[in-house]
């Protein structure tokens, strides 16, 4: 079933009706199957130099993980024709905490055009800011997916216990552009120094 998403400007005036779809649980697994085969299908366009592949990769599988994402949130995904209007629909289910994924997202949409319509190929730095990008972006997503990040939180108001939130504090550190590959120990999946920082960053914010 379609519906129609009213986005809404600064200044509070109606900007454009856009169109969202009703989701299930299973497709929002579906959603995320789908998003992570295209980002793979942009890593190996990208090791194969093949640029304007890996771009379109990118564009399809940041499009995808987000559904998976305003799925999870709200029920809906977005299915208007203009994509460009996705990463304020992710904005506005989710709240500020996705304004820097929104952000990504925007900035990886921008070269949708270039891949699909015009004659001029993709460069090297494109390419490579756009891998990068989608990286960021579903290090951000893939958590917002997982509904144990909420069940920790709704744990610890419901028990009057500080919740401290380390998972959010991660995600601003790789939106704003640190690696993960900073933040743990090679070839282990826990913190290293610079990573345990901000998760004592985000227990002293809470306890203070």
Known sequence: M??????????????????????????????????????????????????????????????????????RYSGEYFVGQDHNQAPGYLEDVVGSEASKAAKQMQSILKLKGLVEYESRGCTTRESGDVVKRVSRFFTWAEKQVL???????????????????????????VMEGR????????GDMHPNEEGHLIIAEAVWEAIK
């Open 147 to 173: 509904p144990y990040w909420d069940a920790m939180k709704s744990a610890a108001e419901g028990t009057g216990c500080v919740y401290a939130d380390a998972h959010g504090y991660w995600l601003d550190a």
């Open 2 to 71: 379609l519906k129609e998403y009213c986005s809404w400007g600064r200044s509070s005036h109606l900007v454009k009706k856009q169109r969202t779809r009703k989701a299930t649980k299973a497709e929002v697994k579906q959603l995320k199957a789908k998003a992570l085969q295209y980002r793979k299908a942009m890593n190996l366009s990208y090791d194969a130099n093949l640029l304007d592949a890996a771009v379109s990769n990118g564009v399809h599988a940041v499009i995808l993980m987000a559904n998976a994402v305003t799925a």
């Open 179 to 186: 690696s993960e590959n900073e933040l743990i120990i090679p």
